[in-house]
């Protein structure tokens, strides 16, 4: 069992940053594909972005790409997401998430484990 708690989130206006945190527990994620995914309410869950084991490979949804940045700090078993020049339309809850794979996904269905979310909300 992985036990996944998300921080960082909050409340920043329209070309801010914010940095989130996922701190992972029960079991180490090192040999794991992590992700970021994230949901409006109304909307379905979306991806962010994906990492795969050693953090030497990445994915990003366009909409993010240039703007955010995954990470892990496999000696932490933390990982991060870094989310520079924020938007109105980034405002949603951010979830993390663990695949058993090496290699990340961008699809929601391949991860095993997930966080209870942190809301990050991005004032015009």
């Known amino acids: 069992q992985v036990q996944l708690v998300e921080s960082g989130g909050g409340l920043v206006q329209a070309g801010g940053s914010l940095r989130l945190s996922c701190a992972a527990s029960?079991?180490?994620?090192?040999?794991?594909?992590v992700g970021w995914f994230r949901q409006d309410p109304g909307k379905g869950r979306e991806f962010v972005a994906t990492?795969?084991?050693?953090?030497?490979?990445?994915d990003y949804a366009d909409a993010v790409k240039g703007r955010f940045t995954i990470s892990r700090d496999n000696t932490k078993n933390t990982v991060y997401l870094q989310m520079n020049n924020l938007k109105p339309e980034d405002t949603a809850v951010y979830y993390c998430?663990?695949?058993?794979?090496?290699?990340?996904?961008?699809?929601?269905?391949?991860?095993?484990?997930w966080g209870q979310g942190t809301q990050v909300t991005v004032s015009s």
């Open positions: 990492l795969n084991w050693s953090g030497g490979r990445t």
């Open positions: 998430a663990v695949r058993y794979a090496f290699v990340g996904s961008r699809r929601e269905n391949d991860y095993k484990y």
């Open positions: 029960g079991r180490i994620i090192s040999d794991y594909g």
